[in-house]
């Protein structure tokens, strides 16, 4: 009961946030501070970096770092040949990147916006594009909100969110990133709400370790799988359209347990819904004429074999060639870069 008081009160400061700093105007202007290869660099715990000596002495960046006067970063574009774009670090206080064309990161791994260790910011309205690996990464951050922007032809990832505590990822556009549109891991109280997703080598919306979060009124098509869960439990699928994947248009695999995938609209994949044998006591219904398959991941759970309200019975899957090791085996590899990258910058 503490725990869902608290999630609720965080929900309430973050929409009054979002509300405080909207805008009428989702449009990117023609008129921006120039910072081509000069990338902007904030830590909370550094005198020399923090937001209120960058806010001092940078003009394209104001307010106070409070809900009714954040720190705004706006009408910037930014790139870097060998960091991140934009990189945030050790912040509580209120700010909002808005408006922005963030490009071309060209540091191995990099990103376009590096958040680690914050709480309290929202990006919105933004192009974030072409760099190494990352649109946007979210290291153990909290009461994040990445609105309306567009991201795509980044190396890996559209969004990597790791290690989030109530975050929101809601109305971006975020298509071909070369491997997965939205990447979520090891995250509490996840929001992905109407978001087009597409064109992505690997997964729409990919999700390791994952509890409590809602994946909802999302456009998924042109991926390889619409969504791919392992080891995710409590979750809700609903209200999606998911449609002309390659493989299957959601996934549940490896002990993903007590989800609820309803109400969501599937046409023209491969395979409908695909449960691994070790997953159990999911709900799945109302998702129209939808084939549902079992696949074998080791366990015993059955795969929540049965009809399940959903018109069509389970059946055994064998896929040729068709092996997540592979993907299991990449997600791993970048997490554990990601978090040694955290760990390092919690050090300081």
Request: some cysteine.
């Amino acid at each position: 009961m503490l725990v869902s008081s608290i999630i609720l009160f965080s929900h309430v400061i973050l929409a009054s946030f979002a509300k405080e700093v909207s805008s009428d105007s989702n449009d990117l202007t023609t008129a921006y501070w120039d910072l081509i290869d000069s990338p902007i660099y904030i830590d909370d715990l550094s005198p020399n970096d923090n937001w209120e000596t960058t806010a001092f002495e940078n003009i394209w960046c104001t307010g106070e770092g409070t809900l009714t006067d954040p720190y705004v970063i706006q009408d910037v574009i930014v790139s870097s040949t060998d960091s991140d774009c934009i990189t945030i670090l050790h912040s509580e206080v209120y700010f909002i990147i808005t408006n922005c064309i963030i490009i071309n990161s060209q540091k191995e791994l990099g990103a376009g916006i590096s958040l680690q260790d914050v709480k309290n910011g929202y990006i919105r309205s933004s192009q974030i594009s072409n760099c190494d690996s990352y649109g946007i990464t979210m290291g153990g951050c909290t009461n994040i909100i990445v609105y309306n922007n567009t991201i795509f032809g980044n190396g890996w990832m559209g969004i990597y969110l790791f290690k989030g505590l109530n975050c929101e990822i809601s109305e971006n556009t975020i298509y071909n990133n070369s491997g997965i549109g939205v990447s979520v891991f090891q995250s509490n109280f996840t929001r992905v709400i109407e978001n087009d997703i597409y064109s992505h080598y690997t997964v729409g919306i990919g999700g390791e370790f994952c509890v409590n979060s809602e994946i909802k009124h999302n456009n998924i098509y042109d991926n390889y799988d619409g969504i791919n869960m392992h080891e995710s439990s409590y979750n809700t699928f609903l209200y999606n359209s998911i449609t002309d994947n390659t493989e299957s248009g959601l996934q549940l695999r490896y002990n993903s347990d007590y989800n609820t995938i309803s109400d969501n609209t599937f046409f023209n994949n491969k395979y409908c819904i695909v449960i691994g044998t070790s997953c159990s006591n999911n709900e799945i219904y109302n998702n129209g004429v939808c084939d549902m398959y079992t696949i074998d991941d080791g366990g015993d759970g059955g795969g929540d074999d049965g009809n399940n309200g959903n018109g069509t019975p389970s059946e055994e899957l064998d896929i040729p060639g068709y092996n997540m090791l592979f993907f299991i085996g990449v997600i791993s590899i970048v997490s554990v870069l990601i978090y040694f990258k955290y760990n390092k910058i919690m050090k300081r």
